[in-house]
């Protein structure tokens, strides 16, 4: 696609449920990155892919949250056991090459809405 | 670890007047770049302007430019003739020069919610 996409755009949930989020990333982007963003706070840094390295997991806030990306491609963000602080727009970004301009081109989030 | 700073939460323009929003960072890292990102209701975030470091002329885009004042780790952006499709919050962000593990995410600031006034 042309632009980075992600789903489902909105999903409310249950306390105590699972959620995953799906980041399909620009074609040809070897760079992935999941961020949160709370409601009056920044963004905050969840985990990075880059090509086939071991992800950097550094701003996973808990065990509950883990992230995979599928053939260098398509991650999904997976939340076990949500709470209500896990509500906040999940954002999904993608470059084709860190070492030189740094740009990510995110897509437009996912709204979680834990009840 | 490096901070960003953006010490208005929020800031209100007329239309095409000029407003700068401000950005304050921490770091002990000689190298590394700066970004604004716009984020309108829309939730896209889109890089508005970058800035590397190791420049000293003040990046310019169209009508947005900074002040990079390196010494002082300020990094303010100002829109001049500002549009309503400029209304939107504004990030400012930090990424490291250096290569490897997690200096490859961007750090970001809280953000400054910018509205244009008709």
């Known amino acids: 696609g042309a632009g980075v996409s992600q789903s489902p755009s909105n999903k409310v949930t249950e306390k105590g449920k699972d959620v995953e989020l799906r980041c399909d990333p620009i074609s040809g982007h070897t760079a992935l990155y999941w961020y949160r963003q709370s409601l009056g706070q920044g963004l905050e840094f969840l985990i990075y892919?880059?090509?086939?390295?071991?992800?950097?997991k550094s701003g996973l806030p808990s065990d509950r949250f883990s992230a995979e990306r599928t053939g260098g491609s398509v991650s999904t963000l997976t939340i076990q056991r949500t709470q209500q602080e896990d509500s906040a727009v999940y954002l999904c970004?993608?470059?084709?090459?860190?070492?030189?301009?740094?740009?990510?081109?995110f897509g437009e989030g996912s709204r979680l809405t834990v009840l | 670890a490096q901070t960003v700073t953006q010490s208005q939460p929020e800031m209100s323009v007329q239309e095409a007047e000029t407003v700068t929003l401000s950005c304050t960072y921490d770091?002990?890292?000689?190298?590394?770049?700066l970004f604004w990102y716009k984020q309108p209701p829309s939730r896209q975030m889109i890089l508005v302007i970058r800035?590397?470091?190791?420049?000293?002329q003040n990046a310019t885009e169209n009508r947005f430019s900074v002040n990079f004042q390196k010494a002082a780790k300020s990094f303010s952006l100002k829109i001049s003739d500002s549009q309503l499709g400029d209304a939107a919050m504004y990030f400012c962000a930090y990424r490291s020069g250096n290569s490897g593990g997690s200096n490859y995410k961007l750090t970001f600031g809280k953000g400054t919610l910018l509205t244009v006034n008709p």
């Open positions: 800035q590397e470091a190791y420049k000293q």
């Open positions: 770091t002990s890292e000689s190298d590394y770049y």
């Open positions: 970004a993608s470059t084709a090459w860190v070492g030189v301009t740094g740009e990510l081109f």
């Open positions: 892919f880059q090509g086939n390295s071991a992800p950097d």
